[in-house]
C-alpha cells in the first residue's frame, strides 16, 4: 500500500475511537512514560500539540512542569523546517500553520552540552521496529537529521501499529514506541 493510502487508512482507524478513550489511552501512554528512565533523565521535553485524534500531549507537558522539566514545542518556521521553542504555559500558544497550536514564545532550544533532551513524535504509524509513518510533509525527519543524538519516542495507540511501513532513507525511525499497553524497544541502542 502507498504511504498516502496507507496514512487514510490509519487515520481512519485512529479517528474511530471515542473522545473518552482517547483521554483514558493517552493517560496510560504518558504514566508508562514517566516511568521510564529516558523521561526522568531528561531536563528538556521536545514535545508536540496533539491535534484531532492523536494522543493527547497536555497530560504529559503538565507532568513535565510539575517535575522541573523545561518544555518545547515545535514551530514551523517555513515550508521545510521546524524548530522547537520553550513554553512555560499553554497561553504561550496561538495557532499556527495547519490549525495546530505553534509558541509565541520565539525562545528557540539552544542545545546546550547540560541540556538532555528527549523528543515526543507524533505519527499515523508505527511498526515494533521503530518505522513510523509521519504526515507526509518530513518536517520532523529534516529535524531529525540534524540532531541526531536526541532521544527520540513515538506516542501512538496499539491500533496505529502495522506489520511493515513503506520507508524511504529520508524516513527517520524513533527509538522506542510508547502506547497504552506499554514501551516497545525498537532495537536502537542511542537510549542505552
Not at 528538556?44 to 497530560?59: D, K, R
Not at 518530513?138 to 511501513?165: N, T
Request: proline share 4%.
Amino acid at each position: 500500500m502507498e504511504k498516502a493510502e496507507l496514512r487514510k487508512v490509519m487515520k481512519r482507524k485512529r479517528s474511530s475511537l471515542s473522545a473518552e478513550r482517547i483521554l483514558l489511552y493517552s493517560g496510560c501512554i504518558a504514566e508508562h512514560l514517566v516511568e521510564r528512565k529516558e523521561y526522568a533523565d531528561a531536563s528538556v521535553v521536545l514535545a508536540y500539540m496533539s491535534f484531532s485524534s492523536e494522543v493527547n500531549t497536555h497530560f504529559l507537558i503538565e507532568k513535565a512542569w510539575r517535575d522541573g522539566k523545561r518544555v518545547a514545542v515545535p514551530k514551523c518556521i517555513d515550508e521545510k523546517h521546524l524548530d522547537f521553542q520553550y513554553i512555560h504555559s499553554f497561553d504561550d500558544l496561538a495557532p499556527g500553520r495547519f490549525g495546530i497550536m505553534e509558541p509565541v514564545t520565539g525562545e528557540s532550544v539552544a542545545y546546550d552540552s547540560e541540556d538532555r533532551c528527549l523528543l515526543l513524535l507524533p505519527g499515523v504509524a508505527y511498526t515494533n521496529s521503530g518505522d513510523r509513518l509521519g504526515y507526509g510533509g518530513g518536517y520532523y525527519d529534516r529535524y531529525l537529521k540534524k540532531h541526531e543524538s536526541i532521544p527520540r519516542v513515538m506516542l501512538a495507540y496499539s491500533l496505529q501499529e502495522a506489520e511493515s511501513l513503506p520507508v524511504d532513507e529520508q524516513d527517520v525511525p524513533a527509538d522506542m514506541i510508547v502506547t497504552e499497553i506499554g514501551c516497545i524497544e525498537t532495537g536502537k541502542e542511542r537510549l542505552a
